[in-house]
Structure formats: structure tokens, C-alpha cells
């Protein structure tokens, strides 16, 4: 069992000093992202009980075998990238051929990047598709051409896609909002839309935030996001779960490079994302998910051996135990229990993330979880 703290990313999207509770620092700059893992893009320095760093990573110790996820705290002011992250063997052939000298960098590692976002605070979020009727309202009532409109009408998403990037006038975007409005969406929709305007006036990808639903979540919600499902996080403070992957395929509202055949590509219509109406306690278990999330709010848990767990404390203080001794966290650090480390007991008086990789263990999950007692 170690202790990290999360490696903090500045991304100019992040909020000013947005992660403050958490990282520690008041830097007076966006504070995006913490990382919690061991991936090279921002491996989790260790600290000590005291909170104080030992000088070693946690990527000293383990890789990405023993450390299958990657966990973030995440604060945005205004919307991310309109996205999408490639599937696994998507990621593994583009990284191999982008090996070969003089070719574009466009994945960061050759994993899949699977994801979900768990509100800690009020959270919008574009993910997935929206509906072809009301998309093709709002393209409609924005006057884009009707060509690109009846290719959104018949889910033909590569042709509308690169209609709204490549033969669209940016000037429309200046009237998402009242598009939105015309079509008859909801006012906190509308106002999403002026949102994006308002950050990305000349950015064509705002073109394509009307092809995409709306969510809005409360704390304790989630959403789930498999690879190969456009998003675009929009506003607020929440914890990413996903596995350890940085591999961002960007369409628009970026100073990034975007790469849209490549995105194109990785686009799957067979998955979709799924909202999880959970609540603080309740167990977060996407089908399919390479990861389980209990977001515990007060009370103990034991968390078996035979799986990568991580425990980050979100607020209030957390004490975690097992047969070789006890730690306790303090808010932003998280404790690291591998999969071959014995069975752990967390008490919590606040509010601490559980994290448990699944893909490999997944079998042993269910037949300890009894579904009937919410418990193990
Ligand atoms: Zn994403």
C-alpha cells in the first residue's frame, strides 16, 4: 500500500486554482487536472503520511499491468474539446504506424481509452448523439445547408461531420443559442450553447455540439463513455475514471491539432453512453466497465485482494488498514493497494473515492459482491 498525490495538470480550460482543495496549492493559474496513476503524461508523485513527497513516483514501483487505471480530479470553466477516444485496436495499429518516422503524433500511447465522470459538483456535459430529429431542428434553425442536414437526418455522421467542419460558415456559430432556442430545447440547453459561442467564436468543432446530446448531472451522478463515443465535457468539478490511456481524438473547440479522418475512425454507433443516476454509497457499475466506483460518504468497507484498487479521499478524513499496518489520507492524496496486496478495510468520515479495476478480475468482483445486501 502507498500514498500519491496527484500530478497537477494546467490545461488553460481548468478552473483558477480550482483544484486547490486537493493539490494543496493556490498557483493562481487554471488547475485542470490531478492525476492519479502511472501514466507518463503525468506520473502521481508518492508522499509520505505526513503529505509530504518522498521524492520517488509511483511509476517507480509499478507499471501499467499492476496499475491498469488511471484516476483524475477534474475541474473545467468552460468546455473541452469536442472528442473521442479510439477503441483498443484502433489505438494499438494507429500508435504502431506512428512509429515510422515522419508521421503525425496523433495517439498518446497505444491503449484504449474508456471513461467515466462522476459529479462532485453540478456537471454538464455533451455525450453521445443526440437525437436526428431534434439535431437536424437546431442545424436547420441555424441555416446550415440542407445536404448536411439530411445527412444528420439519416445518421450518416462522417458526411455531416465533415459538412459543419469543412462548408459551414463560421459566423453561424454566433447563433447556436438562438438555434437551440428555436428548436425548442430546454433554457439550461440553450444556455449551454451560449456558452460555447461565447469561448469558441471562430472554432468550426462548435458546429458540431448540436449533433451531440446534453447531459446535466448532479453530485453523486455519473456517466459512463466507452471508446469510440463523441463528448465534450462543458462545465464543473468531477472525478474521471478510465484506464490508462491520455488517447484524445480532437474534432474541435481546441488550440490542439485536430485530426478528423483518424476520428472518424475510431467512432463506434454501437456503443453509447450511459448515465448512472446514482447517489454518495451506491455502488457505480457500468456494463461492460473495466472499473467499479462506490463514492463512500461515511461508514467502513472492506476491499478484497485480487484487484487494482485506489481510495481517494475527496473530503473529510479516511483511514485505511490492512495486515501490514495503517494509513491515514488527508484530502487529494489516495492510498495505491495492488491486486496482489491482502484484503484492505477503509473508514471513512467525509467522503472517499473507491476505485476497483474489473478487467481482469472481474469473475472475482461478482461472486464476492452480493447484490441483494449491497455489500461484500
Ligand atoms: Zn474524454
Same mark, same amino acid.
Given at each position: 500500500?502507498?500514498? &500519491? ?9 481548468? %478552473?483558477?486554482?480550482?483544484? #486547490? ?13 490531478? /492525476?492519479? =496513476? &502511472?501514466?507518463? $503524461? =503525468? ?12 521524492? !520517488? ?5 509499478? *507499471? ?29 495499429? =494507429? /500508435?504502431? #504506424? ?10 498518446? +500511447? ?63 456559430? $454566433?447563433?447556436?443559442? !438562438? ?22 467564436? *471562430? ?16 453530485? =453523486?451522478?455519473? %456517466? ?11 462545465? @464543473? ?33 454501437? &456503443? ?9 454509497? *451506491? ?8 472499473? %467499479? ?5 461515511? @461508514? ?39 491486486? *496482489?496486496?491482502? +484484503? ?5 468520515? $467525509? ?26
Amino acid at each position: 500500500m502507498l500514498i &500519491v498525490r496527484g500530478a497537477i495538470k494546467d490545461y488553460d480550460w481548468g %478552473v483558477i486554482d480550482g483544484l #486547490q482543495p486537493w493539490s494543496g496549492q493556490a498557483t493562481g493559474a487554471p488547475q485542470a487536472e490531478l /492525476w492519479f =496513476g &502511472v501514466h507518463p $503524461g =503525468g506520473p502521481s508523485p508518492l508522499v509520505d503520511t505526513g503529505g509530504e513527497p518522498t521524492g !520517488e513516483l509511483l511509476a517507480d514501483h509499478f *507499471d501499467i499491468e499492476a496499475i491498469p487505471l488511471l484516476v483524475k480530479l477534474l475541474a473545467a470553466a468552460r468546455p473541452l474539446s469536442v472528442q473521442v477516444h479510439p477503441p483498443r485496436l484502433l489505438a494499438e495499429s =494507429g /500508435w504502431r #504506424q506512428q512509429q515510422a518516422p515522419g508521421s503525425l503524433a496523433v495517439y498518446s +500511447d497505444p491503449f484504449e481509452k474508456t471513461e467515466m465522470l462522476v459529479a462532485l459538483q453540478d456537471f454538464e456535459a455533451f455525450a453521445g448523439w443526440r437525437s436526428e430529429v431534434e439535431a437536424a431542428a437546431i442545424l436547420s434553425a441555424l441555416g446550415i445547408s440542407d445536404q448536411i442536414v439530411a445527412a444528420v437526418r439519416m445518421r450518416d455522421r462522417a458526411t455531416a461531420i465533415r459538412g459543419l467542419l469543412e462548408a459551414s460558415s463560421p459566423a453561424r456559430i $454566433g447563433r447556436l443559442a !438562438e438555434a437551440a432556442e428555436a428548436a425548442g430545447l430546454a433554457p439550461e440547453q440553450v444556455a449551454a450553447y451560449a456558452t460555447v459561442t461565447e469561448h469558441y467564436p *471562430d472554432d468550426r468543432g462548435a458546429l458540431l455540439t448540436p449533433m451531440l446530446a446534453y447531459l446535466s448531472l448532479q453530485p =453523486g451522478e455519473a %456517466v459512463y463513455v466507452p471508446a469510440g463515443v463523441p463528448h465534450s465535457y462543458i462545465r @464543473g468539478i468531477g472525478l474521471e475514471v478510465m484506464t490508462s490511456s491520455d488517447n484524445v481524438i480532437r474534432l474541435g473547440l481546441t488550440g490542439k491539432p485536430v485530426f478528423v479522418d483518424q476520428a472518424i475512425a475510431a467512432l463506434d454507433d454501437k &456503443v453509447a453512453p450511459q448515465m448512472m443516476a446514482t447517489r454518495h454509497g *451506491d455502488l457505480i457499475w457500468p456494463v461492460n466497465a473495466p472499473f %467499479v466506483v462506490r463514492m463512500l460518504q461515511s @461508514g467502513g468497507e472492506r476491499i478484497p485482494s485480487g484487484a487494482y484498487r485506489i481510495l481517494l479521499l475527496i473530503e473529510g478524513s479516511a483511514r485505511v488498514e490492512s495486515e501490514f499496518g495503517e494509513i491515514v489520507l488527508r484530502p487529494g492524496t489516495a492510498a495505491v493497494i495492488s491486486a *496482489d496486496d491482502p +484484503d484492505s478495510f477503509v473508514a471513512a468520515d $467525509g467522503l472517499v473515492a473507491i476505485v476497483q479495476s474489473t478487467s481482469r478480475q472481474v469473475e472475482f468482483v461478482h461472486e464476492r459482491w452480493d447484490v441483494a445486501r449491497n455489500e461484500y
